[in-house]
């Protein structure tokens, strides 16, 4: 006697798999078990009452219906409980390996008090989750914080949770989140300058100053005359300027809104670019 398949899926919208009979025409259950791990049986369709219908099984193995398997699709049986387990398993495997596939980067953390050391990042951070690095950004000459820093954590899922609220370190608000690319290393001034959009006329260069020292060594501040409701802020370090554009934040009761600071001519950034 020939070699005879049977079609058999997981479920009727899958496409099916042949499972080879035994010489007497009945099917293993281990075979199919061995394609299908955790079946427990068989069912099918029937094509005249439309209703499915269980496979006869005895001791471990399938008998085919009236004699003939014909050319029916067989769909498994899944005990309730183990289905429903692998289903979860199933599931957390996907998100495992989606989230295999979403490294962790460096956190910039705007806004550090003056004090804060490397040690006091970690034991804040390390409530969140487990932290690869820590550091403070620090004056080269003297030594100061330079009022920001970095952490990296080893978990994507705590890396999301982190950059999603404020954190409250040493006193002082700060905010996490991933620094923007940096430009193009012809062009360090506008890499450091921020566009502050939405001024009053009642801001003076001094307050400026005073409220962008929070996230980090400000160098200048620019405020046109006569007054066109705007200013340019610079700091020491591009990742500070870089990572607060886009933002909208409160000043003197105000919205200001922070871009970056486009050149007049567009001769350097076409180089950057080419």
Same mark, same amino acid.
Not at 13 to 23: F, G, L, R, V
Not at 166 to 194: F, Q, T, V, Y
Not at 221 to 245: H, N
């Given at each position: ?216 060594? /400000?160098?200048? /501040? =620019? ?8 200013? =340019? /802020? ?41």
């Amino acid at each position: 006697m020939s070699e005879l398949y049977i079609r058999v899926a997981e479920d009727e919208s899958e496409e099916p798999m042949e499972i080879p009979s035994e010489d007497d025409g009945t099917v293993l259950l281990s075979s199919v078990a061995a394609q299908f791990p955790g079946a427990c049986g068989l069912r099918y369709r029937n094509p005249e009452s439309q209703c499915m219908r269980g496979v006869r099984l005895v001791e471990g193995v399938l008998h085919a219906p009236e004699s003939d398997w014909g050319n029916l699709v067989y769909v498994v049986n899944y005990p309730k409980d183990n289905k429903r387990k692998m289903d979860e398993i199933d599931a957390a495997s996907a998100v495992k390996i989606k989230r295999g596939f979403q490294k962790t980067s460096d956190l910039i953390v705007l806004g550090l008090p003056w004090k804060t050391t490397e040690q006091d990042l970690k034991d804040y951070f390390t409530t969140f989750g487990e932290v690869i690095m820590v550091q403070v950004k620090r004056d080269a000459k003297t030594g100061n914080s330079k009022g920001f820093g970095f952490v990296r954590f080893t978990e994507y899922e705590t890396q999301t949770k982190v950059i999603a609220q404020r954190h409250m370190i040493d006193g002082r608000w700060c905010d996490c989140k991933l620094p923007n690319s940096k430009a193009c290393p012809d062009e360090p001034m506008r890499s450091r300058k921020i566009f502050v959009g939405r001024c009053t006329e009642d801001m003076t260069t001094d307050e400026l100053r005073q409220y962008f020292m929070q996230y980090g060594e /400000v160098t200048d /501040v =620019f405020i046109p005359k006569p007054f066109r409701a705007f200013a =340019f /802020v610079t700091f020491a370090d591009d990742q500070v300027a870089q990572a607060l554009c886009g933002e909208d934040l409160i000043i003197k009761g105000v919205s200001v809104h922070i871009s970056n600071a486009e050149p007049k001519h567009n001769n350097r950034t076409n180089a950057c670019e080419s």
